[in-house]
Nanobody
Framework: HVQLVESGGGLVQPGGSLRLSCAAS????????LGWFRQAPGKEREGVAA????????YYADSVKGRFTISQNNARNTVYLQMNSLKPDDTGTYYC????????????????WGQGTQVTVS
């Protein structure tokens, strides 16, 4: 049973930073992708960043390139999303998701989801 637990959200002023964490457990495979997605009220869930646990490749949405960094702590099965230079458009609920195999930034490729953590930039 895969469990994903996000933490680190909060309220921050424009230009500020936050670091989100996603602790993953219960997955027995050695190669998988962990992605971060966000959803604002009334909008579709969009992919933000992803990291491939098989080789460490990283992927970013154009809207966050140069501002967000995804990284991993293999020993703790934890993935982080460092978010800098935050903008009001970054506001939303941020979700961590896991899929077997390679990474995609489309939400429909992922079956396992966390409960989400709220990020508000205002």
């Amino acid at each position: 049973h895969v469990q994903l637990v996000e933490s680190g959200g909060g309220l921050v002023q424009p230009g500020g930073s936050l670091r989100l964490s996603c602790a993953a457990s219960g997955y027995t495979g050695s190669t998988y992708c962990l992605g971060w997605f966000r959803q604002a009220p009334g909008k579709e869930r969009e992919g933000v960043a992803a990291i491939y646990r098989g080789g460490g490749g990283t992927y970013y949405a154009d809207s966050v390139k140069g501002r967000f960094t995804i990284s991993q702590n293999n020993a703790r099965n934890t993935v982080y999303l460092q978010m800098n230079s935050l903008k009001p458009d970054d506001t939303g609920t941020y979700y961590c998701a896991l899929r077997r195999g390679v990474c995609y930034l489309r939400h429909y490729w992922y079956k396992n989801w966390g409960q989400g953590t709220q990020v508000t930039v205002s």
